[in-house]
């Protein structure tokens, strides 16, 4: 998997390229990533890349043919790492730009990437980017969430890390992304609480039922503290589970429980 991300801070990202799961993963090569500074393909001698909002209003707008000019250098590398093999094919990843106006980002869409050849990042910044650029050139729009970041630097670090942490091999343990919150292979529940030693913190014990070494009564405990906390915090997650069939029968009279 490769990710190009198109960024006036590429600095942003060694972050995710040196440091945790993210930091192994690469230094394992099962992924790698490429930086692209639309500043690299200015032509005057500011190295403009942004300009005044046409229609007036405060702050300043990307211009397009930077932009532009780094997603086409981004595709012909990512085109022709393919053709080590003499045979250069076109590059089709998705282009996705990080915007609060595109579909909210989730565990679906991280799994998605995961599965995939990659993608190429486009990170905007001041009051955002000539909607020409987006229409020639971007296929997917994402947002983080119903907030505003000062750049999509942030947001394409959250996707990086999100879809490289599925690889297969990137955890120590392989098991520990299918515990995970919104995991729809599973339940797409949220996650039930964690706990290491000691066994009693500041007078507050373990939970008897995590001691117990039984492992059915545990995985029992575990599935109903994630129906209790998603059911109170995120019920449409539980809506959304039980639609798709995965809620049991012993799931739906735990939660008939609960309700009553
Ligand atoms: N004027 C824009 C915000 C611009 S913020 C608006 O109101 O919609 C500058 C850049 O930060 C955006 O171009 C985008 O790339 C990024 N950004 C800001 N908030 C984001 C969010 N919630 N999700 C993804 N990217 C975001």
Same mark, same amino acid.
């Given at each position: ?67 532009? &000019? ?9 085109? +022709? ?10 590059? @089709? ?5 990080? +915007? ?72 120590? @343990? ?49 599935? &109903? &503290? ?9 019920? @449409? ?13 012993? @799931?739906?009279?735990?939660? &008939?429980?609960?309700?009553?």
């Amino acid at each position: 998997m490769r990710f190009d991300v198109v960024s006036l801070f590429p600095d942003m990202f060694s972050v995710v390229r040196d440091l945790g799961v993210t930091g192994r993963a690469h230094k394992q090569s099962l992924w790698s990533l490429a930086l692209w500074n639309p500043r690299d393909f200015t032509h005057d001698i500011h190295r403009t890349v942004d300009d005044r909002p046409y229609g007036g209003g405060p702050g300043m707008v990307m211009m397009a043919e930077p932009l532009e &000019q780094a997603v086409a250098a981004a595709r012909e590398s990512r085109a +022709s790492r393919e053709a080590g093999t003499g045979v250069s094919s076109p590059d @089709d990843s998705p282009v996705i730009l990080m +915007s609060p106006t595109g579909r909210r980002f989730d565990q679906a869409m991280a799994q998605d990437l995961a599965s995939g050849p990659g993608a190429i990042l486009i990170c905007g910044r001041y009051e955002g980017i000539d909607q020409r650029f987006i229409n020639r050139n971007v296929t997917h729009e994402v947002s983080m969430g119903d907030f505003v970041l000062s750049g999509g630097e942030i947001a394409a670090l959250a996707i990086i890390d999100s879809a490289v942490r599925l690889l297969p091999g990137a955890l120590n @343990d392989a098991h520990s992304a299918l515990q995970d919150s919104f995991n729809t292979a599973l339940t797409g529940l949220l996650d039930s609480p964690h706990y290491t030693r000691p066994e009693v913190y500041r007078d507050e014990s373990v939970p008897a039922e995590l001691l117990s070494g039984h492992h059915a009564n545990i995985a029992v405990w575990r599935r &109903q &503290q994630s129906l209790t906390i998603t059911a109170a915090r995120r019920p @449409d997650l539980i809506a959304a589970a039980r639609e798709a069939g995965l809620l049991s029968r012993a @799931d739906e009279k735990f939660l &008939q429980s609960l309700a009553s």
